[in-house]
């Protein structure tokens, strides 16, 4: 069955932190808990929340590397093939919105990434609503979701933000 949690439940879920980072650099606020309580959590293949640690490595070295990734942009997660999951921290909203970035474009210019158009606490219903659909009876011979499994994830995807099923970087 493939169903909807709230962030809340999908908290609940993960194996939180037992020691908490230094994060006083951290600038937005409202997402330092995730940072606190959470860290290398791999909700899914493509959809891994990086520690902290992590998180502040890789930042520096593509903001190195990368004379046209803004610096207000934050990598705060990454997929199992090179892609990253970036937050704006001087995004007014709060929580801020979340961005997907294919490393095969090699270009870090904010044109170059996916607005996805939902929040960090949404990429967190859509993370678990993906690794549900890792349950191979949900497939055909072929290794294609099956229809009505496709239909259901859809809706339930919906249920997150409308028309998110189309702007997702995955095609069901």
Known sequence: MIKKKIFDEIMASLEHRNKFPKISEFTRKDCLFL?????DNKIE???VFLSYEKAKKYNKE?????SEFKENHWIFAETGRGDFWIID???VKSPPTVFFYDHDLEDFSPESMLNISINIFEWFELADLISQLHNK???DEAFRLKEHWKQKAIEEIEKIKKGLSTKSPFQF
Do not use: I, V
């Not at 940072?35 to 860290?39: H, R, S």
């Open 45 to 47: 293949t493509d959809h």
């Open 62 to 66: 593509y903001h190195h590397d990368f």
């Open 89 to 91: 921290l001087d995004d």
């Open 35 to 39: 940072y606190e309580k959470l860290a």
């Open 137 to 139: 009876d949900f497939y």
